[in-house]
């Protein structure tokens, strides 16, 4: 008699549990697998994590790094435009008040100069440099128109040979000092000191005197020579009291102690 067929399954099934295949080797085995792939994708991702963690802090350290350059670069920045404001301004105001105090002069007649722009000496008769009033106001003036337009290159060369063809001309000092300011206001500090230096020393009787000794102190704290920028400036203040000229060199003195100079 043959046996029924699920009288031989049911012995296949005690085999396969007597030896321990029933739903553990491949079932477990497949489950192990996963597991580990599990485990191994998290891990991947954890790393992943953590690389682009640190690329990101690394990112913000440099942001940071470059924030603080750039507000460096901004605080210099403010300064030099504050400096150049300031000076312009002081340009401005003399530029307004040489216009003012320069009146046309009719052709023919003789040069009506204020009294701060009075000849420092006397005119030697004859000479045919200062011959003509027209000539030496109308050479001062280009010069001057030259100042205006920024041109400083051509202005200072201007102002250069009207000091030498006019030298006891009532312009020579305001020409003297403009050779100075040209200097300064491009940075040839060192150069603007010696032109400076020489409204001091050859127009005794300038109005221009207070400005040059002003500008002499600036120059020298733009070169850091801070000793002699407060000595300039101190004597600004004692020959010039009550000054507009010595109101600026009191500021920048007080700006010199803030700095801690």
């Known amino acids: 008699m043959k046996p029924h067929r699920y009288q031989g399954s049911a012995l296949l099934l005690a085999l396969c549990c007597s030896a321990g295949l029933f739903l553990t080797s491949p079932v477990v085995a497949e489950e192990s697998l996963e597991q580990r792939v599990t485990r191994m994708e998290k891990l991947l991702e954890s790393q992943g994590l953590v690389d682009l963690y640190l690329r990101l802090e690394a990112l913000q350290q440099e942001v940071q790094m470059l924030r603080g350059e750039v507000e460096q670069h901004g605080f210099d920045m403010?300064?030099?435009?504050?400096?150049?404001?300031?000076?312009?301004?002081?340009?401005?105001?003399?530029?307004?008040?040489?216009?003012?105090?320069?009146?046309?002069?009719?052709?023919?007649?003789?040069?009506?100069?204020?009294?701060?722009?009075?000849?420092?000496?006397?005119?030697?008769?004859g000479n045919p440099a200062t011959a003509n009033p027209g000539t030496e106001e109308k050479a001062y003036r280009e010069a001057f128109d030259l100042l205006k337009e920024g041109r400083y290159e051509p202005a200072r060369n201007r102002f250069t040979d009207f000091v030498v063809r006019y030298p006891n001309s009532g312009y020579a000092d305001n020409a003297q000092y403009w050779i100075g300011e040209i200097n300064y206001v491009t940075r040839a500090f060192e150069q603007a000191i010696v032109e400076f230096q020489k409204v001091l020393d050859n127009y005794s009787s300038s109005q221009k005197q207070a400005d040059?000794?002003?500008?002499?102190?600036?120059?020298?704290?733009?070169?850091?020579?801070?000793?002699?920028?407060?000595?300039?400036?101190?004597?600004?203040?004692?020959?010039?009291?009550?000054?507009?000229p010595a109101g600026l060199a009191e500021k920048r003195l007080q700006q010199l102690k803030n700095q801690g100079q």
């Open 78 to 125: 403010k300064g030099i435009k504050q400096r150049q404001r300031d000076l312009y301004l002081d340009i401005d105001r003399r530029l307004g008040q040489l216009e003012n105090g320069r009146p046309a002069v009719s052709p023919g007649s003789p040069a009506k100069l204020p009294e701060s722009t009075a000849p420092t000496a006397p005119r030697e008769q």
């Open 212 to 244: 040059a000794l002003l500008k002499i102190g600036y120059c020298h704290y733009e070169l850091k020579n801070f000793a002699k920028a407060r000595e300039a400036l101190q004597a600004v203040i004692t020959r010039f009291p009550k000054t507009t």
